[in-house]
């Protein structure tokens, strides 16, 4: 394809509008609260019903990717989202906040496997990890660059950055419609006896050796992070008294770091140790980092792990996206669904059990967490790093 490159960053740029959209309105949730006089409970439905339609939504999504095209899931996703940051802008009832909360999360499952696909389309096997860095990479950016620009347009009302947010999806949906070309994926896969012979059908696909423990250890590690995200919060005013702007900037900086790991040194990581080595070593840092965050009382040595942390579960997306792309021959957009719908789950489950464990003992959400990384990691041992892959 020509303009290859103009086309993947146009992609990975919708990406990045998303998640900057999703980061503006999060200084602003607790002043809509106090606004709308929400209880907690409401407030944590809001966050849940964008998981729970992006679950539901992404093996559809995903499928249709397939069927009808990259481009057009990603139009409509950012229309989509679009539509809905106005709506929650617009709402003055818990009901619209939910149907707005749901609309987010389908145009989420509409846009991140079609631009997964996308870039696996376009990227052949060598440069596919330097890509799916840079697609993490997008993710991690937005959320960490979306807080401070929504806390600063909160200034001006805190409904603009929900507003914001929409005007930056209807550009990234404009542009999209303009200037993305379709990729020729199809072309592709008759091109060469490869694609031919890695075009499996989704049945096949899950036959491959491993290949169902991937999608369980992408639910464990979207349910360890969240467990330790939902919590860290708390877990860090009641252990060392910082106040909410120094947690802010622990998170910022811990983001900000591991964001330039992603995008500059994942790709020479992935070609040390390829993609199964990185996933294991993931696993045991996280587990090993999130048992000395529970245990610590030095402040140094929290402020470290928690860039560890946050460190590992950030290589351990790419790695394992670029991992699947490379097993998932035409079936891209279905399988890409299917990890947005694992990942989503995870999200949905670990902030729940969290608070859970949390009531039972302020330690103990960390403590299961760990363990079950620490124990998933080692059942990852099992799972042998193709090399040709």
Not at 227 to 232: D, G, K, L, V
Not at 242 to 271: K, N, W, Y
Not at 291 to 303: R, S, W, Y
Not at 332 to 343: D, I, K, P, R
Request: net charge neutral.
């Amino acid at each position: 394809m020509k303009n290859k490159n103009l086309m993947l960053s146009i992609a990975i740029a919708n990406l990045f509008l998303i998640f900057t959209g999703v980061g503006l309105v999060i200084p602003v949730m607790p002043l809509l609260m106090e606004e709308m006089h929400f209880s907690g409970t409401i407030m944590g439905m809001m966050l849940s019903v964008f998981s729970i339609a992006q679950f539901v939504a992404s093996p559809v999504t995903g499928l249709c990717s397939d069927k009808f095209g990259r481009k057009n899931m990603i139009w409509i996703g950012m229309l989509l989202f679009a539509l809905s940051e106005f709506i929650f802008g617009w709402a003055n009832d818990k009901y619209i906040f939910y149907l707005s909360r749901a609309l987010g999360g389908i145009s989420a499952a509409l846009i991140m496997p079609a631009v997964t696909a996308y870039v696996a389309d376009l990227t052949s096997v060598q440069e596919r990890p330097k890509a799916m860095g840079y697609v993490s990479g997008a993710i991690s950016g937005g959320f960490i660059i979306g807080p401070g620009l929504g806390g600063f347009l909160a200034t001006f009302g805190h409904r603009i950055p929900f507003f914001t947010a929409g005007c930056l999806a209807l550009i990234g949906s404009l542009f999209t419609i303009l200037i993305l070309k379709e990729s020729n994926h199809f072309n592709q896969e008759l091109a060469t006896k490869v694609e031919q012979a890695a075009d499996l059908t989704l049945r096949n696909f899950f036959r491959l050796p491993g290949m169902p423990f991937i999608f369980l250890i992408i639910f464990i590690s979207s349910f360890g992070l969240q467990a330790f995200e939902s919590i860290y919060t708390i877990m860090t005013a009641i252990n060392f008294g910082f106040s909410s702007a120094e947690i802010a900037f622990i998170i910022t900086i811990s983001g900000t770091l591991a964001l330039i790991f992603q995008v500059f040194l994942f790709d020479f990581i992935v070609r040390k140790i390829g993609e199964i080595g990185l996933i294991q070593a993931s696993f045991f840092a996280s587990a090993i980092f999130i048992f000395v965050i529970a245990f610590t009382k030095n402040n140094l040595v929290f402020i470290l792990s928690t860039f560890v942390v946050f460190l590992a579960f950030d290589l351990f997306r790419p790695a394992v996206t670029t991992y699947l792309s490379k097993k998932a021959g035409g079936n891209q957009g279905a399988v890409n669904g299917l990890n947005s719908t694992f990942t989503s789950f995870g999200n949905i489950v670990g902030p729940v059990c969290a608070g859970y464990f949390f009531d039972l003992s302020q330690h103990l959400p960390y403590f299961i967490s760990a363990s079950i990384l620490l124990v998933t990691g080692l059942l990852s041992l099992f799972i042998r790093n193709n090399p040709t892959d």
